[in-house]
């Protein structure tokens, strides 16, 4: 397995075959600065890549999940010469897209603890997330639009997804706060947790329930589903088809049907008998 560096911004964490990752700057709101993006891509990278990690929980640190981008850097991307603005924006935007993008397609489930106010891209990264679920605190807010700015953190693709079309502009137009309550009615989150205390057992226990199945499996039907809305009904046979062909020849596949099979070899001994 790949030796991981000492994070100093993030923590990591396996539990039984979950991976536990949190935000680690809890004096910020667990706001997300170049060096903890560059800490962040680094343990989702080695998640994707471990056979051994079936699934991953994304919570923060302290009280908030995650108050969105950094403010300083904004203050060094302002003060930048005037001719630098431009190219230093794109070269950070690939950076945030590359880390949004490594949560979204990761090929096992990925379920997003919000204890706290998941705001701008806190609350993009939250939405990349397969599933989502929030303690009474939580919060969530697309608040670019009260710095002149866009959801950058995949917010357009992914919120309109969950609530519908209107539902997301009218947030986003707003940067209006979203409680936790409304959050679920809307779509944003799919499940509370009884009590702060037991949000991240209850996301444990979730991401255990959604990756026993076959990792082949997971991995190759999370791929199409995340397409299902660009593709035509066509594409998505195809697709099927295809990694179909491949479950087939799963270990996982395989080990099933032969299990299921001398089960059934054995009760019609004993029914013989």
């Given at each position: 397995?790949?030796?991981?560096?000492?994070?100093?911004?993030?923590?990591?964490?396996?539990?039984?075959?979950?991976?536990?990752?949190?935000?680690?700057?809890?004096?910020?709101?667990?706001?997300?600065?170049?060096?903890?993006?560059?800490?962040?891509?680094?343990?989702?990278?080695?998640?994707?890549?471990?056979?051994?990690?079936?699934?991953?929980?994304?919570?923060?640190?302290?009280?908030?999940?995650?108050?969105?981008?950094?403010?300083?850097?904004?203050?060094?991307?302002?003060?930048?010469?005037?001719?630098?603005?431009?190219?230093?924006?794109?070269t950070r935007q690939q950076r945030v897209h590359h880390s949004v993008a490594l949560l979204h397609n990761m090929p096992k489930p990925t379920i997003?603890?919000?204890?706290?106010?998941?705001?701008?891209?806190?609350?993009?990264?939250?939405?990349?997330?397969?599933?989502?679920?929030?303690?009474?605190?939580?919060?969530?807010?697309?608040?670019?639009?009260?710095?002149?700015?866009?959801?950058?953190?995949?917010?357009?693709?992914?919120?309109?997804?969950?609530?519908?079309?209107?539902?997301?502009?009218?947030?986003?137009?707003?940067?209006?706060?979203?409680?936790?309550?409304?959050?679920?009615?809307?779509?944003?989150?799919?499940?509370?947790?009884?009590?702060?205390?037991?949000?991240?057992?209850?996301?444990?226990?979730?991401?255990?329930?959604?990756?026993?199945?076959?990792?082949?499996?997971?991995?190759?039907?999370?791929?199409?589903?995340?397409?299902?809305?660009?593709?035509?009904?066509?594409?998505?046979?195809?697709?099927?088809?295809?990694?179909?062909?491949?479950?087939?020849?799963?270990?996982?596949?395989?080990?099933?049907?032969?299990?299921?099979?001398?089960?059934?070899?054995?009760?019609?001994?004993?029914?013989?008998?």
């Amino acid at each position: 397995m790949t030796h991981l560096p000492d994070f100093q911004l993030i923590q990591f964490a396996v539990r039984d075959g979950i991976a536990v990752l949190t935000l680690n700057r809890p004096d910020k709101r667990n706001a997300i600065s170049d060096a903890m993006r560059s800490e962040l891509i680094v343990a989702l990278e080695h998640v994707t890549a471990s056979r051994d990690i079936r699934a991953l929980v994304l919570t923060g640190n302290g009280k908030g999940f995650c108050a969105g981008g950094d403010v300083a850097g904004m203050q060094r991307r302002m003060d930048a010469p005037p001719g630098e603005v431009g190219f230093n924006g794109w070269t950070r935007q690939q950076r945030v897209h590359h880390s949004v993008a490594l949560l979204h397609n990761m090929p096992k489930p990925t379920i997003a603890a919000v204890n706290g106010g998941a705001n701008g891209l806190g609350a993009d990264m939250a939405m990349a997330c397969d599933f989502v679920i929030a303690a009474e605190s939580a919060s969530f807010t697309w608040s670019y639009i009260h710095r002149g700015l866009i959801p950058d953190g995949g917010g357009m693709y992914f919120l309109p997804r969950r609530t519908g079309l209107a539902t997301a502009k009218a947030l986003i137009f707003s940067g209006r706060k979203v409680e936790a309550t409304e959050a679920l009615q809307l779509g944003i989150a799919d499940r509370l947790s009884a009590a702060p205390e037991s949000l991240l057992g209850d996301a444990l226990a979730w991401a255990a329930e959604l990756s026993h199945g076959s990792p082949t499996a997971l991995a190759l039907g999370k791929s199409i589903l995340n397409q299902t809305f660009e593709l035509t009904a066509d594409q998505v046979f195809a697709q099927g088809s295809q990694a179909q062909g491949i479950c087939y020849t799963s270990t996982e596949h395989r080990e099933s049907v032969m299990a299921f099979l001398a089960k059934a070899a054995a009760a019609k001994s004993t029914q013989q008998g």
